[in-house]
């Protein structure tokens, strides 16, 4: 009986450890996403699109042809933003008090990552910098 419980157990974990991941149609995707990238990312062709299942929760990632994804959430709020080639992550889309420290801070350099969290932003700049950012947008300290 007990070998029986542990077997079921390990069974258990292994698929609720396990994601599944679908590809979806543009159209399927939260209304606020669409907005987003129609807003700012219009420019870029998509290459291809999944909803994610993973121990209950439910996520989107949207990839474009250029290299560049966006990762949203459940209600199609964004968690990661990363870019490739001249395209950056549109400064519209952080919270001001970080613009205005990227401004006075790093004049000219531009946002290529952005991971929003529960408590924190992580930003990645052209040239490697990385910078940690609390929720409230007030800069933290530097990444290694």
């Not at 990839?63 to 400064?91: M, Y």
């Not at 000219?108 to 929720?135: C, M, N, P, Q, W």
């Amino acid at each position: 009986m007990k070998r029986l419980i542990s077997i079921f157990t390990l069974l258990l974990l292994a698929v609720s450890a396990t994601a599944i991941e679908r590809p979806i149609s543009f159209e399927k995707l939260p209304r606020k996403a669409q907005v987003l990238i129609n807003t700012h990312f219009q420019q870029l062709a998509i290459s291809y699109i999944t909803k994610e299942y993973d121990d209950g929760q439910v996520d989107y990632e949207v990839h474009f042809a250029n290299g560049s994804h966006i990762d949203f959430g459940r209600k199609g709020g964004w968690r990661q933003i990363q870019t490739r080639g001249e395209n950056t992550v549109p400064l519209a889309l952080l919270p001001e008090s970080i613009v205005n420290y990227l401004a006075a801070n790093h004049p000219g350099a531009k946002v290529i990552k952005v991971d929003k969290e529960r408590r924190e932003y992580e930003v990645k700049l052209t040239g490697g910098i990385e910078l940690s950012f609390d929720h409230n947008g007030r800069f933290r300290w530097y990444e290694d």
